[in-house]
């Protein structure tokens, strides 16, 4: 990697984002208290899980290019190599990220995927949404359950040939020069009591299963480069139950397919989970599957890194 | 009694295969306590898909507790024509509330026969009308196959063997998945 920078925007730790991965993700100040204990929680659940070896789990450490046997140590390294960032969705993007003026030079610079783009390339805006739909009634509005908008935004500013770096609710400046730093976005329905496999306990480790499953999947769009930056989801054929959507995967290693061996796993390592909910934990696992389609392959997991950004100089006075 | 009891699994079958065509979304009505249901009159006298050799044995056929669990998982099971209504923003990257609310379903039925042992032969009818039933979403066809072939033909009930050979690759390939 042939990094190049100017300095002189003394906002912008790149020198910090460009260096090894964070050794854990680190939840933002503003994520409400409930929300960030409950990460906590799962985090701490996953560090605790008792793995047996088993071919299911050799499966998953083939699948995420985990060296050796799996171990909740390796399962948290490659999410942490993944999400450096957890903001709440009640931090408006339209606030918190700004481009950074300068000229920035992305490897791969014409090379984009082909599906799921971000809308308009013009400015850093809010990207897509995932929600969920929680309410029982017909007419309902969805609510945000997670989104990696770190890989978003990092397309935006390729598009914009512009370095685009996101705010935290303390002050520090996180730029966006590789969507491998993922910038991780939850809001309620992560937690909801109707998304959850045990509506009782927001803690419960079925809930915590189903909500480190939702985080590898979004981690997996941290990752890819030129065609297929950020894993992004392809629109469902005709005649897919999802048709239509952009809710589907041509990678047989992507999003869906990451979500679904780990909940494969962690349910089957699941000692306090009942058979009702390890079955409804299948289920959610089977909906992945579904949705990764015919012919899909194997996706190199290669991913971007800015290849320079210099500030400019008339504005900031500043040297390298 | 025993006739009694041949008809109405009988009929369960075909009811869920019209409730599903009539869009039927309802919520289930799974309660803290319990499970509540009624079967409905008009599946009255309908002859099975899913048997069409007739006149099987009554053993085959759900008892009534059995029954209404069916029922209730029925109406639990998300269709594909009511993930349809749900719009873009419910359905990407998670799946949606109904998938949850099939599964808790599928579960509670799961646990009942695990107590219940004896009345697993009786089930595989359903397992086997809905891994066949289009219009159920494809995660749930692959969980009601996986609830029949993790135990195996010699546990089926007479025409469940048949069904599952006609239940589409792509459903096969995600139940041999989980």
């Known amino acids: 990697m042939n990094s190049r920078f100017s300095w002189g925007l003394g906002l912008l730790a790149l020198g910090a984002a460009l260096s090894s991965p964070a050794l854990s993700m680190e939840v933002d100040p503003a994520v409400p208290r409930d929300q960030a204990l409950s990460i906590q929680n799962d985090q701490d659940y996953l560090s605790g899980l008792r793995l047996s070896g088993s071919e299911v789990e050799s499966e998953t450490a083939r699948l995420l290019g985990v060296p050796g046997a799996l171990s909740p140590e390796r399962l948290r390294e490659w999410l942490n190599n993944r999400v450096d960032l957890v903001i709440s969705e009640n931090q408006p993007l339209e606030e918190a990220v700004f481009m950074a003026p300068g000229k920035a030079v992305y490897p791969e610079s014409d090379v984009f995927p082909a599906s799921g783009a971000p809308r308009s390339a013009s400015a850093p805006a809010s990207p897509s949404i995932p929600t969920a739909e929680p309410a029982s009634s017909e007419v309902s509005t969805p609510i945000r359950v997670m989104s990696n908008v770190g890989a978003a935004l990092y397309l935006i500013g390729k598009k914009n040939k512009a370095l685009l770096a996101f705010q935290k609710s303390d002050g520090r400046v996180l730029p966006i020069v590789s969507p491998h730093h993922g910038l991780i976005q939850i809001g309620a329905g992560l937690f909801h009591e109707q998304l959850r496999v045990n509506a009782e306990a927001q803690d419960h480790p079925a809930n915590s299963v189903d909500r480190i499953a939702t985080f590898f999947h979004e981690a997996r769009h941290s990752d890819g480069h030129g065609s297929t930056l950020g894993f992004l989801h392809a629109i469902c054929p005709e005649g897919h139950a999802y048709a239509g959507y952009p809710a589907c995967d041509e990678s047989k290693n992507g999003p869906y397919t990451v979500g679904a061996q780990i909940l494969k796993t962690l349910t089957a390592a699941c000692a306090d989970c009942s058979e009702k909910e390890k079955i409804a934990l299948q289920m959610l696992e089977a909906d992945s599957r579904s949705r990764v389609l015919a012919g899909a392959k194997d996706w190199s997991d290669d991913f971007e890194i800015l290849t320079s950004y210099e500030a400019e100089r008339s504005k900031e006075g500043a040297s390298e | ?178």
């Open chain 2, 1 to 178: 009694m025993k006739k009694i009891m041949v008809v109405i699994g009988v009929v369960g079958a075909v009811g869920f295969l019209v409730l599903k065509e009539a869009g039927a979304g309802r919520a289930p009505e799974i309660k803290s306590g319990g499970l509540r249901a009624s079967i409905p009159k008009e599946q009255a006298a309908k002859k099975s898909v899913l048997l069409p050799e007739a006149n099987e044995p009554a053993d085959d056929s759900p008892g009534p507790d059995l029954q209404a669990r069916i029922e209730i998982v029925r109406n639990a099971l998300p269709t594909v024509e009511s993930i349809k209504k749900l719009g873009e923003e419910a359905v990407a990257h998670r799946p949606p509330k109904q998938v949850i609310e099939g599964g808790l379903a599928l579960g509670e039925l799961s646990e009942y026969l695990t107590r219940h042992p004896s009345e697993y032969k009786s089930a595989t009818l359903f397992y086997a009308e809905c891994a066949l039933d289009s219009g159920l979403l494809p995660a749930a066809r692959a969980i009601c196959l996986k609830a029949l072939t993790k135990r195996g033909p010699s546990e089926w009930a007479n025409g469940v063997a048949g069904a599952v050979e006609r239940v589409p690759r792509s459903i096969a390939e995600i139940s041999a998945q989980l």
